[in-house]
């Protein structure tokens, strides 16, 4: 029975990152048709309109004050950090992206050593070193001797800035995890991300075109779910424990890039995604969950 305990919120985050990975294919498809601004605050609109009546139904009530705050800050850097990722998205596979985003766990394992108190332990920071190996090897592959183009050059630097806030968002999950339920989490992000872009959003998002909407409600409809399974494992296990997790989300990009967008598999890739597993299983092994939150 330990073990199952022991195990749960990690199974439940890599399940959440399956759908975020699923999500990015919808969010390409959707980005290359409208724009990464323009299908990030459409895309907000059909999340918050889903996850309201949920967080209604639940009675949680309105947040304290503090939690109002946390719930705004990770919503203005998930808005930044969203948009940059599906702009560099646009101009690169799939894998190349999600490998270059790689560099947030590692930055967040130290992140939350800082702001939230937390001990490293050996086998976070092997396992994590072991799946940034792992992705050293994919990218090494894709990117030597490849010349790319202006407008990939600023796709990379794009979803490099958004790695570095992605690491604060991991920081941001776990506090906010520990006091929010998951349904109020998915709700508040995806309503004040909408009202955030909503700023711009009278000259960069235009109507989508109607065939678009299937992959923007697809894309909302994954987002707000992997935002409650996150939420929910974070709000048990540490961030040390689960930021290592974040690996296997090169697995579900680099299928979803093959199978939707025909971007290929290598063997340098399927190698670097058993170190990344490798990597997963070491930082999972002798950690403790903590208690059930109120």
């Not at 270059?100 to 050593?113: N, V």
């Not at 109507?207 to 909302?220: D, K, M, N, R």
Request: hydrophobic share 60%.
């Amino acid at each position: 029975m330990a073990r199952h305990t022991h195990f749960l919120p990690i199974v439940v985050a890599i399940a959440g990152l399956c759908l975020f990975g699923v999500m990015d294919g919808a969010m390409k498809a959707a980005a290359i048709a409208e724009g990464a601004y323009a299908a990030m605050f459409w895309r907000g609109l059909v999340g918050a309109a889903l996850m309201l009546p949920l967080w209604l139904w639940r009675g949680q009530g309105w947040p304290s004050r503090a939690v109002l705050r946390l719930h705004l800050t990770r919503s203005a850097v998930a808005a930044v950090m969203a948009v940059l990722f599906f702009y560099g998205l646009v101009r690169t596979p799939m894998a190349d992206a999600m490998a270059l985003s790689f560099i947030a766990p590692l930055i967040a394992l130290y992140l939350a050593a800082a702001t939230l108190g937390e001990t490293i332990g050996r086998r976070a920071i092997v396992g994590s070193t072991l799946g940034l190996v792992g992705v050293v090897v994919i990218a090494a592959g894709k990117l030597a001797g490849h010349a790319y183009e202006p407008e990939a050059v600023k796709g990379l630097f794009a979803i490099l800035g958004s790695a570095v806030l992605y690491a604060w968002n991991l920081v941001l999950q776990r506090r906010q995890a520990q006091l929010a339920r998951p349904e109020e989490i998915a709700f508040f992000q995806t309503a004040i991300v909408f009202c955030i872009l909503g700023l711009g959003a009278p000259w960069l998002a235009p109507l989508p075109h109607p065939g678009t909407w299937i992959e923007l409600v697809a894309a909302a409809v994954l987002s707000t779910g992997s935002l409650m399974l996150l939420g929910w494992a974070y709000a048990r296990a540490e961030a040390q424990v689960l930021v290592p997790m974040e690996y296997t989300a090169f697995i579900w990009a680099a299928l979803v890039g093959w199978v939707a967008f025909h971007e290929p598999l290598t063997l340098r890739t399927m190698a670097g995604v058993v170190l990344i597993v490798a990597g997963c299983l070491i930082a999972a092994r002798g950690t403790h969950p903590l208690p059930e939150p109120g």
